[in-house]
């Protein structure tokens, strides 16, 4: 049975004189569990997509990892990639063809998948005679890896190792993958990057540094070498509080506007009640980084939605205090979060993950507790 919750929450605008009613639907109860062997995290990845009208996943079972597709109140499996049952993966969809890097620490692999119209379901495509896999070799204490294409259609792998944020790259029809190369060299073994594309068909990677208590981000246009890359831009690094163990920690997600906006989530690592917590940065497409915008004082492993639509940032997120998954809305030009809604209540829930692209109104969410079982909720903002 679906249950619906209807929330009235209060959206200001940036006219102080103006305020407007968002209503958040959550939809819980009518889609099935589904039991994994591989949680849904790793933070900066996404793992959903829509295509052709419908949502599709990529999730591991004790038969491997597939393609999934929801199919009214259950997923469907529909294409698998590999019989490896720890991957964690991210995925690139783009027009009919999704892109899935694999991840399973040192050993990943990048797959290919086209959509046939015909059948309603996704094909790999053979990228060698061999395999329809291409090998990644990553650093070894790698804990995440993210991937997104530049504008000259370039793929770019961006990982962490010990103390480096890398990233590797590979042409349209190329089969194998450059040797790193190396954008930070001073992070801590704790510390983890994402790589998006931005809205002038630049890739722009984004990375905590434990060490310096601050966010990096360094930017690389495609008509460049692959090895030259602008200088730490240092995110919102005037915001910087000298308290706790500092501003930084190893959490962080983003979604990218249609104007080329970089919206992003992290976690700092003040760890004090009244202190921002999960928190917000956005770097306009000016090149110029907004102040650090609080979310909330509690909470890990936020993740961000972007709905233009509704000119709204839905920041969705762990709330330990509430053993639940929870989610924060702000106007997308000054993003000043309002109340908390309750998306999925369960005991150890954790690892939200979400669509990277763009949504308008309805999407879903999925939510793991441990390595066994996959929650899923829909929500719509009208």
């Known amino acids: 049975m679906n249950i619906t919750h209807l929330v009235l929450a209060l959206l200001f605008t940036c006219d102080p004189g103006r305020s407007a009613a968002v209503e958040i639907s ?32 990529c999730f591991a079972d004790s038969t491997g990892t597939h393609i999934w597709r929801l199919g009214g109140d259950r997923w469907i499996q529909s294409t698998t990639m590999t019989s490896h049952t720890d991957v964690r993966a991210d995925v690139l969809p783009s027009g009919g063809l999704v892109e899935i890097l694999l991840f399973r620490g040192e050993s990943s692999e990048l797959i290919r998948c086209y959509f046939s119209q015909k059948g309603g379901v996704y094909g790999t495509l053979h990228l060698s005679e061999d395999s329809p896999r291409i090998p990644v070799l990553l650093d070894p204490g790698v804990e995440t890896a993210t991937i997104a294409r530049d504008n000259d259609g370039r793929l770019w792998i961006a990982s962490d190792g010990q103390n480096e944020v890398n990233v590797r790259w590979m042409d349209r029809d190329s089969t194998s993958l450059s040797g790193p190369i190396t954008l930070a060299d001073n992070i801590s073994e704790d510390d983890i990057c994402v790589i998006a594309r931005l809205g002038d068909g630049s890739v722009g990677v984004l990375w905590s540094n434990q060490n310096t208590q601050r966010y990096g981000f360094r930017r690389h246009v495609s008509t460049a070498d692959p090895e030259d890359w602008f200088p730490d831009e240092i995110p919102a690094g005037a915001s910087a509080i000298d308290h ?22 992290v976690k ?98 999925v939510a793991s507790q441990g390595d066994s079982l996959m929650h899923t909720v829909m929500v719509e903002v009208e």
Request: no cysteine; charged share 20%; aromatic share 8%.
């Open 26 to 57: 959550v939809t819980t109860g009518g889609i099935a569990p589904l039991p994994i062997t591989a949680h849904t995290g790793m933070k900066p990845q996404s793992k959903l997509w829509k295509h052709d009208g419908h949502w599709w996943g």
């Open 244 to 265: 706790g163990e500092g501003m930084s920690d190893d959490h962080l997600n983003v979604a990218i506007g249609s104007d080329g906006t970089l919206f992003a989530t």
């Open 268 to 365: 700092s690592s003040y760890d004090t009640e009244g202190m921002p917590l999960v928190s917000a940065l956005v770097r306009r497409p000016h090149h110029r980084w907004d102040p650090l915008y609080n979310v909330d004082d509690e909470g890990s492993r936020g993740v961000m939605v972007l709905d233009e639509s509704q000119q709204l940032l839905l920041a969705v997120y762990t709330s330990y205090r509430d053993n639940a998954i929870v989610l924060r809305h702000a106007p997308i030009e000054k993003p000043v979060f309002g109340g908390k809604v309750t998306l999925l209540k369960r005991p150890r829930i954790n690892n939200v993950s979400v669509p990277r692209h763009v949504v308008t109104g309805r999407f879903p969410i």
